[in-house]
C-alpha cells in the first residue's frame, strides 16, 4: 500500500474552496472558521482524515501554508488562480486547477511535519466539541 494517497480527491476541492470562501482578504483563516465554511457551501462535513491528506497535499504543491494559528492560501495558488479561465463555475475550476498540479510522495514529508506542529488534531477536536459533527 502506498504510503500516501498520490490523487486529488473531491474533498481537496471542497477544502480548498472552503479556504478561498473562508480566508477573505487576510488570505488565511483559522480551521474551525474554513470547516464551517466547508459546510455553509453544501453541508460538506470533512473528516479529520479528509483534512489531514488535503493539507498536505496542498502544501506539497505550495498552495497552503501554515503561519500560527492560521491555514494561508500562498501567493502562488493566487496567481495560478486568478488565471484560471471560465471561473463561472468555482469548483469545476478548482478542481482543474489541481489536476494541473503532480502530487510526489517525496514532497509530503515535510507537510506533514508541519501539519503535527500545527496540532491539526487538537484543533479538528476542538471544532468538534464547539460546533459537533461527526468523525
Given at each position: 500500500?502506498a504510503k500516501y ?5 473531491d ?17 488565511g ?6 470547516l464551517?465554511m466547508?459546510d ?9 482524515a ?12 505550495g498552495?497552503v ?12 495558488f ?15 475550476a478548482?478542481e482543474?486547477l ?15 511535519i ?7 488534531k ?9 460546533f459537533?459533527?461527526?468523525?
Amino acid at each position: 500500500m502506498a504510503k500516501y494517497n498520490l490523487t486529488w480527491q473531491d474533498t481537496d476541492v471542497q477544502l480548498l474552496e472552503a479556504m478561498l470562501l473562508a480566508s477573505g482578504e487576510e488570505g488565511g483563516a483559522p480551521l474551525h472558521e474554513i470547516l464551517l465554511m466547508a459546510d455553509a457551501v453544501d453541508g460538506t462535513v470533512l473528516t479529520h482524515a479528509d483534512v489531514e491528506q488535503g493539507l498536505e497535499k496542498l502544501m506539497s504543491v505550495g498552495y497552503v501554508a501554515i503561519k500560527k494559528n492560521k491555514l494561508l492560501l500562498t501567493p502562488a495558488f493566487l496567481q495560478d488562480y486568478e488565471s484560471i479561465d471560465g471561473a463561472e463555475d468555482e469548483r469545476k475550476a478548482l478542481e482543474q486547477l489541481l489536476q494541473t498540479k503532480e502530487l510526489k510522495a517525496e514532497n509530503l514529508d515535510e507537510p506533514k511535519i508541519l501539519i503535527k506542529k500545527y496540532k491539526l488534531k487538537n484543533q479538528y477536536q476542538a471544532y468538534l466539541e464547539q460546533f459537533g459533527g461527526e468523525e
